[in-house]
């Protein structure tokens, strides 16, 4: 009898250390990962971007306005200065274009590609532009953007951008019709 409980915890010493042994070698469990995008995440913010276009070419800054954030937002835009830091500096720069090119605008985007992880996403895109000055003098400008979005309250704005034309180095022109 004393042979069998000898043998008893043997096997259950045994069958513990082994259940040990397998709890050590077992892969950590994995971190939480961001929740995967809704199927209308993407397509929420291409409808963000076209409102953005339709508000561009109506002039519209109080439009163009509402697609960012009022909490953060921080921009790198084409015209100076080097940066805009908050809500109310970048529609200053918006209402600065618009009276500078009263004329009549228009604003094509193209190239647009977003990538959504959870409540954030980026995306890029090339902006054409053509303006209309006082004058009557027309420009066109073609620049690169970079956009940060984040879901706010179920809604996605852009918290951050950054707005470019390529330089050339040799001669340090800035290269407004960024042709591919």
């Not at 008893?8 to 042994?21: N, Y």
């Not at 879901?151 to 340090?172: F, R």
Request: aromatic share 10%; hydrophobic share 45%.
């Amino acid at each position: 009898m004393r042979e069998l409980k000898i043998l008893t915890g043997a096997v259950a010493i045994s069958l513990a250390l082994s259940g040990a042994a397998l709890a050590a070698e077992a892969p950590a469990p994995a971190a939480a990962a961001a929740p995967a995008a809704g199927p209308s995440d993407k397509a929420q913010i291409q409808a963000l971007e076209r409102g953005f276009a339709a508000a561009f070419n109506a002039k519209d800054v109080r439009k163009i306005m509402s697609y960012y954030t009022h909490e953060g937002l921080f921009v790198f835009d084409v015209v100076p200065p080097r940066q805009y830091v908050g809500w109310a500096a970048y529609k200053k720069d918006w209402d600065d274009l618009f009276a500078g090119f009263p004329g009549p605008v228009s604003f094509a985007l193209s190239d647009l590609s977003i990538t959504v992880a959870g409540d954030v996403a980026y995306g890029h895109s090339i902006q054409d532009s053509h303006f209309t000055a006082k004058d009557g003098g027309k420009t066109e400008l073609v620049v690169r953007v970079t956009d940060v979005y984040r879901k706010v309250g179920g809604k996605w704005l852009i918290v951050q951008e950054h707005v470019s034309v390529p330089v050339d180095l040799d001669t340090m022109k800035p290269d407004p019709l960024s042709k591919p």
